[in-house]
């Protein structure tokens, strides 16, 4: 079955680091862009980092240098590398996939895992 699995999430003081991992099962990766993207209390789900299947990046301004997203595609997995954290970036960080069906226009899926806390909290 097509699964995304999150873990890494937790609880951190300001400063301090996490790594996020997105397990992938059922598909793989290497075919697929991969996203993180976080949703505050309150706030609408935004996009952190997008990484294509060629290795083009885009990270959102508040997160550059500090953030890193890499793939291991023989592990079929995703990481996101968090660094100086704040408390600002407090969220359930979700993985997405996003596959393209070849010969449709603009054609695209996408697959969602269900997210990992991280706390940043003194």
């Known amino acids: 079955q097509v699964q995304l699995v999150e873990s890494g999430g937790g609880l951190v003081h300001p400063g301090g680091s996490l790594r996020l991992s997105c397990a992938a099962s059922g598909f793989t990766i290497s075919s697929y862009d991969m996203s993180w993207y976080r949703q505050a209390p309150g706030k609408e789900r935004v996009l952190v980092v997008g990484?294509?299947?060629?290795?083009?990046?885009n990270y959102v301004d508040s997160v550059k240098g500090r953030f890193t997203i890499t793939r291991d595609n023989a592990k079929d997995t995703v990481y996101l590398q968090m660094n100086s954290l704040k408390p600002e970036v407090t969220a359930v960080y979700y993985c997405?996939?996003?596959?393209?069906?070849?010969?449709?226009?603009?054609?695209?899926?996408?697959?969602w895992g269900q997210g990992t806390q991280v706390t940043v909290s003194s």
């Open positions: 997405k996939a996003r596959g393209y069906q070849v010969g449709v226009y603009r054609g695209s899926y996408e697959y």
């Open positions: 990484l294509t299947s060629v290795g083009g990046t």
